[in-house]
């Protein structure tokens, strides 16, 4: 099977299972920062801002969202009961995509990127 070249061919290519979860993580991303861009990077989907922000992808029994190490260790206290590891967070296909910490998790990391740029100027 051909590599995705853009994040509906990926979510279309993943499992059954994976399929609604990734589109609803997808649109709370979108919805979070607008401005981003939609791309496929390393296979995976991505949004981008000038650089990479966060990407997700689908596994066995989970949807892996990776926004980065500084934002999931923000929002550590607020993950109870969602595993996650040091750069990714893992929803699982059986239970409810938490949407306001999915967003939360995306604007932190586009005010990390944005002050970050500040700090350069």
């Known amino acids: 099977m051909p590599k995705p070249t853009t994040i509906d061919e990926y979510i279309d290519a993943a499992a059954p299972d994976a399929q609604p979860l990734l589109r609803q993580l997808r649109q709370t991303l979108k ?69 306001q910490l999915v967003n939360d998790m995306a604007v932190q990391r586009l005010c990390d990127v944005l002050e970050r740029d500040a700090q350069w100027m």
């Open 31 to 99: 919805e979070a920062v607008p401005d981003a861009k939609e791309c496929i990077k390393w296979s995976e989907p991505a949004f981008t801002l000038d650089r990479i922000l966060y990407m997700f992808t689908a596994r066995k029994n989970y949807v892996s969202f990776a926004p980065t190490l500084s934002v999931i260790s923000h929002f550590a206290d607020t993950l109870d009961g969602i595993e996650y590891t040091r750069c990714t967070v893992k929803f699982a296909y059986d239970r409810p995509l938490p949407e």
